[in-house]
C-alpha cells in the first residue's frame, strides 16, 4: 500500500495523492460528526455521575431522620471510671443509679507443671477438656505427644468448645496454659484423660500429669479461678458472667473495671434532632444548586433532573398522615420554601413543635409506613439503587455511544473500500496520462526532427 500510495502522479505529474487524501477526507466527516457526538454523551454521562453522587449524598443526609435516636443523644458519666464505665443507645432513658461492684468476671486459666522445653514429651492417650457443659477430646500419640504437640492440637481441633492453650517459657521450665475463651463460672474447665500410656489416668506422670477437676484431682495448676461479676444496682444484686453487660439498665452498656462503688448518670439531649434537620435543609438546598448548574450546563433539556426536583418537592410538601402525631405537615416543625425554593428552617417554630409534642415530632420523621424520612428515602432509592432510574439513562446513553462504534465501523470499512477504489481509478489515470504525455513528447522529438530548409526552398520556387 506504501509503495502504491508514493508512485500516484509519477506518470502525469499531478498531485494525485492529494486529490485522493482529499476526496477521502470528504468521506470521513460523518465519522468526525459520530466522534464529537460520542464526546458529548461521555461528558453527558459524566455529568449524570456526579447528579447521582448528589442524591446520594441529600440521601445520607436523613439516615439521622429515619430513628428516633437521630432526635435524641443520651450521655453517661460515672462518678468514679476506676470502677466502672458506661455506653448509652437506642432505648436509653433518664436514669440516675448507684452501683456496687462485688466482684468482676474472670477466665479460667490453669498451668502445668514445668517440662524441660517445649518439644518435651508429656505422655500417650485421650485428653477430654470440657468447657461448662461442653466438651471435646483429643487423641494424643507419637506424633503429637509433645508439649507443643498438645498445644496444637487443642488449638486446631474443630470441635473446640472454647479454650486456648499456650506455653509459657519461665525459669523453671516450659508450661502448658490453658485459658477459657470466655469467662464466668459457666466457662469453667476441666480436663480429664482416658488410656494414659502409663496405665494411671490420674496421676501426675504421663499424660493425666494435665489433669483438672476442681476439688477432685487437680494436676494443673489454677491460675485463675472462674469468677462471675457480681454487683448491686439501686440495691437489686445482679450476677452476670461478663464484665460488659448491656442487659440491666435499659439501653446503657456497663464496662466493670474494679471493685468498688460508683454513681451513674444519664441524661439526655434533644438538640441532634434539631441539627439533623438543618443538614437535611443544607443538603437538599445544595442538590437543587447541583441540579440546576447541570440544567444550564451539560444536561439541557434533561428531563430526569426536573424529575428529581418535582418528586422531592412534592414530598416535603405532602400531608403525611403519620397516626400518633398531631403533626401532618414540614410546616408544622418550621420547615417551609422561600420564594426562590430555597428551604429554610424557622428556628424557634422547631423549637417550640419539640417543647409542645417532641414524640409528635420523632413520629413525623421516622414513621416506618408515613414519616418523611421513609417516604423522600423510598423516592431518591428509586433514582440512585441499582438499577435505578438515573443509571438506565446512563445505561441508555451508553448503549447510544455503543451504537455509534458500530456506525463508525461500518462508515470506517465504507471509506477504506472507497480510497481503494479512487487510487485504482487514479491510477489507471495516471498510467493514461502518463502514456498520452510520453507520445506527446515523442510526437514533438519528431517533429522537431524535420528537414525545414528543404520545405522552405520548394515554396521559393
Same mark, same amino acid.
Given at each position: 500500500?506504501?509503495? %502504491?500510495i508514493t508512485?500516484?502522479?509519477?506518470? %502525469?505529474?499531478? =498531485? $494525485?495523492?492529494?486529490?485522493?487524501?482529499?476526496?477521502?477526507?470528504v468521506?470521513r466527516?460523518? $465519522?468526525?460528526?459520530?466522534?464529537?457526538?460520542?464526546?458529548?454523551?461521555d461528558?453527558?454521562?459524566?455529568?449524570?455521575?456526579?447528579?447521582? /453522587?448528589?442524591?446520594?449524598?441529600f440521601? &445520607?443526609?436523613?439516615?439521622? #431522620?429515619?430513628?428516633?435516636?437521630?432526635?435524641?443523644?443520651?450521655?453517661?458519666?460515672?462518678?468514679?471510671?476506676?470502677?466502672?464505665?458506661?455506653?448509652?443507645?437506642?432505648?436509653?432513658?433518664? $436514669?440516675?443509679?448507684?452501683?456496687?461492684? *462485688?466482684?468482676?468476671?474472670?477466665? @479460667?486459666?490453669?498451668?502445668? %507443671?514445668?517440662?524441660?522445653?517445649?518439644?518435651?514429651?508429656?505422655?500417650?492417650?485421650?485428653?477430654?477438656?470440657?468447657?461448662?457443659?461442653?466438651?471435646?477430646?483429643i487423641?494424643?500419640?507419637?506424633?503429637n505427644?509433645?508439649? !507443643?504437640?498438645?498445644r496444637?492440637?487443642?488449638?486446631?481441633?474443630l470441635?473446640?468448645?472454647?479454650?486456648?492453650?499456650?506455653?509459657?517459657?519461665?525459669?523453671?521450665?516450659?508450661?502448658?496454659?490453658?485459658?477459657?475463651d470466655?469467662?464466668g463460672?459457666?466457662?469453667?474447665? &476441666?480436663?480429664t484423660?482416658?488410656?494414659?500410656?502409663?496405665g494411671?489416668?490420674? =496421676?501426675?506422670?504421663?499424660?493425666?500429669? *494435665?489433669?483438672?477437676v476442681?476439688?477432685?484431682?487437680?494436676?494443673?495448676?489454677?491460675?485463675?479461678?472462674?469468677?462471675?461479676?457480681? +454487683?448491686?444496682?439501686?440495691?437489686?444484686?445482679v450476677?452476670?458472667?461478663?464484665n460488659?453487660?448491656?442487659?440491666?439498665?435499659?439501653?446503657?452498656?456497663?464496662?466493670?473495671?474494679?471493685?468498688?462503688?460508683?454513681?451513674?448518670?444519664?441524661?439526655e439531649?434533644?438538640?441532634?434532632?434539631?441539627?439533623?434537620? !438543618?443538614? +437535611?435543609?443544607?443538603?437538599y438546598?445544595?442538590?437543587?444548586?447541583? #441540579?440546576?448548574?447541570?440544567?444550564?450546563?451539560?444536561?439541557?433539556?434533561?428531563?430526569?433532573?426536573?424529575?428529581?426536583?418535582t418528586?422531592?418537592?412534592?414530598?416535603?410538601?405532602?400531608?403525611?398522615?403519620?397516626?400518633g402525631?398531631?403533626?401532618?405537615?414540614?410546616?408544622?416543625?418550621?420547615?417551609? +420554601?422561600?420564594?426562590?425554593?430555597?428551604?429554610?428552617? /424557622?428556628?424557634?417554630?422547631?423549637?417550640?413543635?419539640?417543647?409542645?409534642? +417532641? &414524640?409528635?415530632?420523632?413520629?413525623?420523621?421516622?414513621?416506618?409506613? @408515613?414519616?418523611f424520612?421513609?417516604?423522600?428515602d423510598?423516592?431518591?432509592?428509586?433514582?440512585?439503587?441499582?438499577?435505578?432510574?438515573?443509571?438506565?439513562?446512563?445505561?441508555?446513553?451508553?448503549?447510544?455511544?455503543?451504537?455509534?462504534?458500530? /456506525?463508525?465501523?461500518?462508515?470506517?470499512?465504507?471509506?477504506?473500500?472507497?480510497?481503494?477504489?479512487?487510487?485504482?481509478?487514479?491510477?489507471?489515470?495516471?498510467?493514461?496520462?502518463?502514456?498520452l @504525455?510520453?507520445?506527446?513528447?515523442f510526437?514533438?522529438?519528431?517533429?522537431?526532427?524535420?528537414?525545414?530548409?528543404?520545405?522552405? @526552398?520548394?515554396?521559393?520556387?
Amino acid at each position: 500500500m506504501a509503495g %502504491s500510495i508514493t508512485s500516484l502522479g509519477i506518470g %502525469s505529474g499531478i =498531485d $494525485i495523492e492529494s486529490i485522493v487524501n482529499q476526496l477521502v477526507s470528504v468521506e470521513r466527516r460523518p $465519522i468526525q460528526f459520530l466522534q464529537s457526538r460520542q464526546a458529548e454523551i461521555d461528558i453527558q454521562i459524566s455529568a449524570l455521575g456526579l447528579v447521582q /453522587d448528589s442524591v446520594a449524598n441529600f440521601q &445520607s443526609s436523613i439516615s439521622g #431522620l429515619q430513628l428516633s435516636s437521630g432526635f435524641r443523644s443520651f450521655s453517661v458519666t460515672s462518678s468514679d471510671d476506676q470502677v466502672l464505665t458506661a455506653e448509652a443507645g437506642e432505648g436509653s432513658v433518664p $436514669i440516675s443509679s448507684d452501683i456496687e461492684v *462485688l466482684t468482676l468476671a474472670q477466665k @479460667n486459666k490453669l498451668a502445668s %507443671s514445668a517440662f524441660a522445653s517445649g518439644g518435651s514429651i508429656v505422655g500417650n492417650g485421650q485428653l477430654n477438656i470440657s468447657v461448662g457443659a461442653e466438651s471435646f477430646s483429643i487423641s494424643i500419640d507419637d506424633n503429637n505427644n509433645t508439649l !507443643e504437640g498438645i498445644r496444637n492440637a487443642i488449638n486446631d481441633n474443630l470441635n473446640n468448645s472454647g479454650v486456648s492453650a499456650s506455653i509459657i517459657s519461665a525459669d523453671d521450665g516450659s508450661h502448658l496454659i490453658l485459658t477459657a475463651d470466655e469467662s464466668g463460672t459457666a466457662n469453667a474447665l &476441666s480436663v480429664t484423660v482416658t488410656g494414659d500410656s502409663d496405665g494411671n489416668d490420674n =496421676d501426675a506422670a504421663g499424660l493425666s500429669n *494435665l489433669v483438672f477437676v476442681s476439688g477432685v484431682t487437680e494436676n494443673l495448676q489454677e491460675v485463675d479461678v472462674a469468677q462471675d461479676a457480681t +454487683f448491686i444496682v439501686d440495691g437489686f444484686n445482679v450476677t452476670r458472667s461478663s464484665n460488659e453487660i448491656s442487659d440491666v439498665i435499659e439501653g446503657v452498656t456497663l464496662s466493670l473495671k474494679d471493685i468498688g462503688t460508683a454513681a451513674l448518670s444519664v441524661s439526655e439531649d434533644r438538640s441532634v434532632g434539631k441539627s439533623a434537620v !438543618e443538614a +437535611f435543609v443544607t443538603a437538599y438546598n445544595d442538590l437543587i444548586i447541583s #441540579l440546576n448548574t447541570q440544567r444550564e450546563s451539560t444536561l439541557q433539556g434533561e428531563s430526569l433532573l426536573l424529575g428529581i426536583e418535582t418528586r422531592v418537592r412534592q414530598v416535603i410538601g405532602n400531608r403525611l398522615n403519620v397516626a400518633g402525631s398531631s403533626l401532618q405537615y414540614l410546616f408544622d416543625v418550621g420547615i417551609t +420554601f422561600d420564594r426562590d425554593g430555597i428551604l429554610s428552617l /424557622d428556628s424557634d417554630k422547631f423549637d417550640q413543635a419539640i417543647a409542645d409534642d +417532641f &414524640s409528635g415530632v420523632v413520629q413525623l420523621f421516622t414513621d416506618s409506613e @408515613n414519616g418523611f424520612a421513609q417516604a423522600l428515602d423510598t423516592v431518591l432509592s428509586s433514582y440512585v439503587e441499582t438499577g435505578g432510574l438515573i443509571e438506565a439513562r446512563t445505561d441508555g446513553l451508553s448503549e447510544s455511544r455503543s451504537q455509534i462504534d458500530d /456506525d463508525i465501523e461500518r462508515i470506517e470499512d465504507r471509506v477504506a473500500l472507497t480510497e481503494q477504489r479512487l487510487r485504482r481509478q487514479y491510477a489507471a489515470l495516471d498510467g493514461l496520462v502518463g502514456q498520452l @504525455n510520453a507520445t506527446s513528447t515523442f510526437l514533438t522529438q519528431q517533429l522537431a526532427n524535420l528537414p525545414t530548409n528543404n520545405i522552405l @526552398n520548394r515554396r521559393d520556387n
